[in-house]
């Protein structure tokens, strides 16, 4: 017995001697396969290639898959005499081995399942490992996240710069040869990486025809990653940050935007926010499957897999991209309401914000209201419901008088108001059209501005100045109007500072929006100013709902677009906050003075 104790003192000391080496070694090797099987699966999908060269590449990611298990096991065992410690601390490693080797061991079953010949089944489950293991690559990517550490970045330009990295890869793989059927040039690779990052769904050229299989692919996780940015794009690398001062100061920032009690509950509701996305994009995608399996509508299984979670993925972004060439308005869709409605009840529930979604439909929620009868939604709930509920409701009905000689004259019964409602609740937030937006009267036009002004909610995959800041700015404007001190709802009274915080949002939102419209109009005096003013104000919101005039566009107007997008994605608060220098109060107080206003 002492013997044994004393051999395994020895192990243990062998094992902690040569750990440093070990890690260094790993983390060396990581970066090298890491980088080689990315490089490698860009290649393949992104060029031309021989069959030879196709050989290594499957070679290379093989070896980056074993690899990333062996330095798991490697580093398990070199844990010491805390295993289980370790096994918990990463649990994600975990599941992503769990999920690759079921993946590869029930590979037979699947094919059975899909009924594909042997070719297409070898190229979709290769597809299906490549973009796995790109989700690896940034996992990886995540945990060396510490060196935000060093660099010391304020949240805001953190936010900016994780927009700006993603949209600057979007846009160099969407100039790859095999993106696109006959190329593309920078400004509109650059135009619509941005677009699809942005969730934005505006485009200069046509999605259905202009890029391939791949290239479609890469605008699906362009709008994935866009659409979970504001509450989990920025916020997935800051959780592997957790045990570290720079951890601890993005957690505050985690939970501010998230305005939960503890940091604890931030990360919980963090974890809620990428389950509850891939359910509910799951979900929409299976039934859009299930759906156009039975019309015999694509030739292939793939095809139909391809346009189910597309669709899903941008309507639940509220991005608004299709794979049809006439957006919604192609004729095998059109006029399939069932389809249709799972894109509008996806873009209503993306639009909404996940901080609605968990008051309204976490069954722990649920519960806690049901043993505590006076506990009601909260108050953030209860405002984005109301205001989104009469912003379409008021845009359904304008839509509905000012259209029905028009654009809806072709349309009657159930199809036109169907085709008002889908409409009006897509308008505020996605590019998706049933309606030929072109051919709207203007006062449909001034509608459906003010909607996306709007926009959506807080902490949703929508854009807009959000339903909250303009209840605020409208209980403001009537207690002004009444005399009033204090603004109040639901017996609660609403801090002046979020009153402030709305009107600086509406007012630089505006700004923007107006300067914007001011130079494109100088710019492009051939195109109508209703257009641009209409197109500008779609890009700043991240709409993307589009007079279809945007091909007609020189490089500048493309490039203010560009901008629009990206500062109406971020947050005008955002933007102002990572560029300007943060004054601290002081204590002393000015004397009051009085002026003449209005």
Not at 380 to 389: P, V
């Amino acid at each position: 017995m002492q013997g044994t104790r004393q051999l395994l003192k020895k192990i243990l000391f062998k094992i902690a001697t040569h750990s440093p080496i070990i890690e260094k070694v790993l983390k060396v090797l990581s970066v090298v396969i890491s980088l080689a099987a990315i490089s490698a699966i860009i290649l393949e999908h992104g060029t031309y290639i021989e069959s030879n060269q196709s050989n290594w590449i499957r070679l290379i990611v093989t070896t980056a898959y074993i690899f990333y298990i062996l330095k798991f096991f490697i580093r398990w065992t070199y844990s010491g005499s805390k295993p289980l410690k370790y096994l918990k601390e990463n649990i994600l490693d975990i599941v992503v081995i769990v999920f690759f080797l079921l993946a590869f061991i029930l590979s037979p079953q699947i094919k059975h399942l899909m009924r594909a010949p042997d070719e297409v089944f070898v190229h979709y489950r290769r597809l299906f490992f490549h973009i796995y293991y790109a989700i690896i690559f940034l996992v990886e990517i995540a945990k060396g996240s510490a060196i935000l550490k060093k660099i010391n970045l304020s949240p805001p330009l953190l936010m900016m710069l994780s927009f700006f990295v993603l949209i600057s890869i979007g846009t160099c793989l969407l100039m790859l040869p095999k993106m696109t059927t006959h190329g593309i040039t920078f400004i509109d690779a650059l135009f619509t990486a941005t677009s699809a990052s942005c969730v934005t769904g505006l485009t200069v050229v046509n999605t259905a025809t202009t890029f391939t299989t791949s290239g479609h692919i890469v605008l699906m996780l362009l709008m994935q990653f866009g659409g979970m940015s504001i509450l989990s794009f920025a916020t997935f690398f800051i959780s592997f940050l957790s045990h570290s001062f720079t951890g601890l100061r993005y957690q505050y920032m985690v939970k501010d935007i998230l305005s939960t009690n503890r940091l604890s509950d931030s990360f919980s509701f963090l974890r809620e926010i990428i389950v509850v996305t891939f359910a509910i994009e799951g979900v929409g995608a299976i039934l859009l499957y299930m759906y156009w399996q039975t019309t015999g509508l694509f030739d292939t299984q793939g095809e139909t897999i391809l346009f189910a979670v597309f669709h899903a993925i941008s309507a639940f972004n509220n991005a608004g991209f299709s794979l049809w060439q006439n957006n919604l308005m192609d004729s095998a869709i059109m006029d399939s309401h069932f389809p249709l409605m799972i894109i509008m009840i996806l873009v209503f529930v993306g639009g909404i914000g996940y901080v609605v979604i968990r008051d309204f439909f976490d069954p722990n929620v649920i519960r806690e209201r049901k043993r505590k009868r006076w506990k009601k939604l909260t108050d953030g709930t209860q405002i984005a419901l109301i205001t989104s509920f009469v912003i379409i409701a008021v845009t359904a009905v304008l839509f509905y008088v000012f259209e029905y000689n028009n654009t809806l004259s072709e349309t009657s019964g159930f199809n036109r108001i169907f085709a008002v409602i889908f409409q009006s609740v897509v308008a505020r937030t996605a590019g998706f059209n049933i309606v030929d937006v072109n051919h709207l009267a203007i006062p449909t036009l001034l509608v459906f501005i003010i909607a996306m002004f709007i926009g959506a909610s807080p902490g949703s995959t929508g854009g807009g100045i959000k339903t909250t800041t303009f209840f605020v700015i409208i209980k403001s404007l009537f207690a002004t109007i009444r005399g009033k001190k204090r603004i109040e709802f639901n017996k609660k009274t609403i801090p002046f500072n979020l009153v402030d915080k709305a009107y600086s949002i509406f007012a630089m939102s505006l700004i923007i929006i107006m300067i914007s419209t001011i130079i494109i109009a100088a710019i492009e005096p051939m195109i109508p100013f209703k257009n641009i003013v209409f197109e500008t104000t779609s890009a700043f919101t991240t709409c993307g709902l589009s007079t279809g005039i945007l091909d007609q566009f020189s490089i500048a107007g493309k490039a203010v677009l560009t901008f629009n997008m990206y500062i109406g994605r971020i947050g005008t608060l955002t933007f102002a906050y990572a560029l300007s220098k943060r004054v601290k109060e002081s204590r002393h107080e000015y004397p009051e003075t009085y002026f003449m206003v209005g």
